[in-house]
């Protein structure tokens, strides 16, 4: 594959071989095509780093929560690498349980309940825990259903770190 230099030789190289291979782009290796009906509708911002993590990073939760959800949305520490893990692997296959990741409707819409990282009794913005020191959100109120129009929503800092 020839390397681009600029956001069109990229996009004219990506329009080339859509529809005809799998195609990834950027940092991230956000799936090209996902969402669009035509080549012509792909935007240059896709090959822009900070633009190309937004989305990727975005998707990339969507994804996670379809994994989390079929484990039955765990909490446990011992269970969440694992839940990772396959989160990871479905990325780069594009499926999980024979379900089509990037395509499947985002579990968000439903409650889900995270560990909150503040031992006091309170979350950081000052919202009161219940018994578990867990806090229930849905995740409407933190994700949008658009992963090209959220922001960063999930901490990859602890990719491929095992204790």
Do not use: H
Request: charged fraction near 25%; charge should be negative.
């Amino acid at each position: 594959m020839p390397k681009s230099t600029t956001p069109e030789e990229a996009l004219s190289l990506i329009r080339d071989n859509l529809g005809r291979n799998t195609v990834r782009v950027g940092i991230t290796q956000y799936p090209a095509g996902l969402g669009i009906v035509e080549a012509g509708q792909l935007k240059p911002e896709m090959v822009e780093p900070c633009e190309n993590i937004r989305m990727g990073t975005a998707l990339f939760a969507k994804v996670f929560r379809i994994v989390s959800k079929w484990y039955g949305n765990p909490t446990a520490k011992e269970v969440l690498p694992q839940v990772m893990d396959d989160a990871v692997i479905a990325w780069q296959t594009g499926y999980f349980e024979r379900v089509a990741v990037f395509r499947a409707a985002d579990p968000g819409q439903e409650k889900i309940t995270r560990p909150d990282k503040v031992d006091s009794g309170e979350s950081e913005n000052g919202a009161d825990l219940n018994e578990d020191n867990a806090t229930t959100a849905t995740a409407a109120d933190t994700v949008a259903s658009d992963p090209n129009k959220a922001g960063i929503r999930i901490d990859l800092s602890g990719i491929g770190s095992r204790p």
